[in-house]
C-alpha cells in the first residue's frame, strides 16, 4: 500500500487561542513495500505527521491518502513514543487488543499475541501489568501489539528509544528479518542518523518547527541488511551528509527552547 | 606519604526518608477500641450515669445476643439491608450511565450538568415526603429516597473520572480499530474505575443515612424502626443495640468496598 502526504499542515490552537504551528506544507510519497525513515529535531512535527496519516487528529491543511489498500488487513498500526499501553491490561491483554478489535476470535488472538510476545522478547510476562515492567519492556509491548495486527502500513514513532544499545541492535534485526519477510511499508520516526541509515530505503528530512522537507536522501545499501554494511563507505557517506543537514536545524532548534 | 587509616573520614549514608515511613501500630488500633468500651462500662458500675441514659456495654451485648436469639433482630437486619441493597443497586447503576453520558458525550454534558448542578444541592432528606406522596407510604419511596442518595455522588464521581481518561489512550485505542462504544467500555470504563469506588464509599455513608431516616416512617421493620420505636418506649439498651447495628453495618460496607476495590482495580501499583 502506497501512503501519500499531500501539502499537509497542522496547527494546534490550544483553549487560550494561542496556536503553534507545528506543519506546513508537508508532502511526501512512501511507496508500497517501502522502509522510510522520518528524522528532524524534537518538536518539528514527527508525532503530529505520524498521528495524522493514522487518523489520529483533525489536520489543518492538505490530507493522506493510502492508495491500492489489501482487504481483510488494517491500514496502519502504531507504535507510539509514550507507548500508550492500557494500564488494566495485562501484557498479553494489550497485545491482543487490535486483535480483539479486528474480531478475532479468542483462541487464535492467544495464538497470535504469544508468537509476537515471544519476538518481542517478553515470554514469561504475559500476565504481568505494565506498571510492573521496565521501561524498555513496556517499550516493547507497544510494538507487539502493532506487530500483531499485520498492518498495511507500520507507524512507528521512536519505537526503540526506550531500550538499551544491546536490546536496540537485536530488536533492530528482528524488525529487518521481519520486514524482509513481510514487506510492510513501514513510516519509522527516529533521532538516531545511524539507524536510519542502516534501516531505511530513503530517509525523509525535516526542517525545525514547523516541520517541512528538508531533504529525502536514498539510502545506497543493498538488502537484506548486514551489520558489516555499517563500515561501507556508502553507509558512512550518507551518515555524513544528514548530520551536516541536520546540524545547524538542530542546534537553531536547540537555542530556541 | 600514605594517610592514616585512623585519620580517614567516613560518613554514614542514611535512609533520609525514615520519617516518611508511616508503621501500622496494629495494637494501638485495638487499644483505641478497647479502651472506650472500658471507659463507657467503667462510667456505668461507677454509677456516674443512670442507666436509662447510657446502658452499659455488656448489657448491649446481653440484649443483643437475646434479640439476636429471638430472631427480633435478624428481622431489622434484614429489612434494612434489602432496602439498602435496592437503593444501592438502583442509584449506582443509574450514576453510572449519566456519570458515562455527561463525560463522553458533548451533548449530554451540555444538557446534564446544569441538571445535576441544579438537584445535586438538594438534602434529598428533604424528598422523602415527596416521594412518598408519589410513591406511597411502602418500600419504594424507601429504596428511592436511597437510590437518590446514592445517584449523584455515583454520577459526579464518575462523570469526573471520565473527564480524566487519558487522550492518549483512547487515541490508542482508536488506532487499533476502537469505535466509540468500545472506547467506552475499554478505556474509559477502566480509566473511571477508581472514581467510582471512590463514589461507592461516599454513597455507603449517604446511603445508610436515609435509611434511617425513611425508616423512621411508617415502617414496621428495620434498623431504624428499631431505634426510633426503642427510644419511644425508652427502651434504651435495644436503642443502643440499633446504634452498635448500625456502626457495624458502616465498618462492614467500608471494608467490604475495600475488598471489592482491590478485586475491581489489580493494576493499581501497590495493590
Ligand atoms: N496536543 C498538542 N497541543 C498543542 N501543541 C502541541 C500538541 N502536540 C504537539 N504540539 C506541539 O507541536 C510541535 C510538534 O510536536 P511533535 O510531538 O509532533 O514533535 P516531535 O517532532 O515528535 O518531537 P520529539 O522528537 O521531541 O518527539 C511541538 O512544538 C509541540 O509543542
Ligand atoms: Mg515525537
Known amino acids: 500500500m502506497r501512503v501519500i502526504i499531500d501539502r499537509l499542515a497542522k496547527t494546534y490552537v490550544d483553549r487560550h487561542g494561542a496556536a503553534v504551528e507545528a506543519l506546513s506544507d508537508v508532502s511526501l510519497t512512501v511507496e508500497s513495500q517501502e522502509f522510510v525513515a522520518l528524522l528532524g529535531p524534537s518538536g518539528c512535527g514527527k508525532s503530529t505527521l505520524l498521528n495524522a496519516v493514522a487518523g489520529l487528529l483533525p489536520v489543518s491543511a492538505g490530507e493522506v491518502m493510502f492508495e491500492s489498500p489489501p482487504s481483510g488487513r488494517p491500514l496502519t498500526a502504531m507504535v507510539f513514543q509514550e507507548f500508550a499501553l492500557f494500564p488494566w491490561r495485562t501484557v498479553q491483554g494489550n497485545v491482543e487488543f487490535g486483535l480483539e478489535e479486528l474480531g478475532m476470535a479468542a483462541a487464535e488472538r492467544g495464538r497470535r499475541a504469544r508468537v509476537l510476545i515471544e519476538t518481542t522478547g517478553l515470554a514469561g510476562f504475559e500476565a504481568r501489568y505494565p506498571h510492573q515492567l521496565s521501561g524498555g519492556m513496556r517499550q516493547r509491548v507497544g510494538i507487539a501489539r502493532a506487530l500483531a495486527v499485520d498492518p498495511a502500513a507500520l507507524l512507528m514513532d521512536e519505537p526503540f528509544s526506550a531500550l538499551d544499545a544491546q536490546t536496540r541492535q537485536l530488536m533492530q534485526e528482528e524488525l529487518l528479518a521481519l520486514w524482509e519477510r513481510t514487506r510492510t511499508t513501514i513510516l519509522y520516526v527516529t533521532h538516531n542518523i545511524q539507524e536510519a541509515v542502516y534501516m531505511a530505503d530513503r530517509v525523509v528530512v525535516l526542517s525545525r518547527r514547523p516541520g517541512r522537507v528538508l531533504a529525502e536522501i536514498d539510502v545506497p545499501l543493498k538488502r537484506p541488511r548486514t551489520e558489516a554494511m555499517q563500515t561501507e563507505p556508502g553507509y558512512l557517506e550518507t551518515v555524513e551528509r544528514i548530520w551536516s543537514l541536520i546540524k545547524d536545524q538542530a542546534r537553531a532548534a536547540l537555542a530556541e527552547q | ?271
Open chain 2, 1 to 271: 606519604m600514605k594517610p592514616r587509616p585512623t585519620m580517614t573520614e567516613r560518613i554514614h549514608v542514611v535512609d533520609g526518608t525514615r520519617f516518611l515511613a508511616r508503621p501500622e501500630h496494629r495494637a494501638l488500633r485495638v487499644l483505641g477500641v478497647i479502651g472506650l468500651v472500658v471507659l463507657w462500662e467503667a462510667l456505668g458500675r461507677a454509677g456516674a450515669v443512670p442507666v436509662l441514659f447510657l446502658p452499659s456495654p455488656l448489657g448491649v451485648l446481653r440484649e443483643g445476643w437475646d434479640m439476636l436469639r429471638s430472631g427480633e433482630l435478624l428481622v431489622h437486619i434484614g429489612a434494612s439491608l434489602q432496602r439498602l441493597a435496592w437503593g444501592f443497586v438502583i442509584g449506582s447503576a443509574l450514576g453510572i450511565a449519566v456519570g458515562v453520558a455527561v463525560g463522553f458525550f458533548a451533548v449530554a454534558e451540555a444538557i446534564g450538568t446544569p441538571l445535576i448542578a441544579a438537584t445535586f444541592p438538594i438534602p434529598k432528606i428533604a424528598l422523602l415526603p415527596l416521594l412518598i406522596l408519589w410513591l406511597g407510604l411502602g418500600e419504594p419511596s424507601k429504596i428511592a429516597v436511597i437510590a437518590l442518595g446514592v445517584f449523584f455522588p455515583m454520577a459526579i464521581n464518575t462523570y469526573a473520572g471520565v473527564r480524566q481518561a487519558d487522550p492518549l489512550l483512547i487515541r490508542a485505542a482508536v488506532a487499533f480499530g476502537a469505535g466509540r462504544f468500545s472506547v467506552i467500555r475499554k478505556v474509559v470504563l477502566p480509566s473511571a474505575l477508581p472514581m467510582i469506588v471512590a463514589g461507592l464509599r461516599l454513597a455507603a455513608g449517604t446511603a445508610l443515612l436515609l435509611l434511617v431516616a425513611a425508616e423512621m416512617i411508617a415502617v414496621e421493620s428495620g434498623v431504624g424502626f428499631l431505634v426510633l420505636h426503642a427510644g419511644n418506649i425508652m427502651a434504651t439498651t435495644k436503642l443502643m443495640v440499633g446504634i452498635v447495628v448500625l456502626s457495624l453495618l458502616g465498618v462492614l460496607s467500608h471494608w467490604g468496598l475495600g475488598r471489592l476495590e482491590r478485586a475491581l482495580i489489580p493494576w493499581r501499583a501497590g495493590a
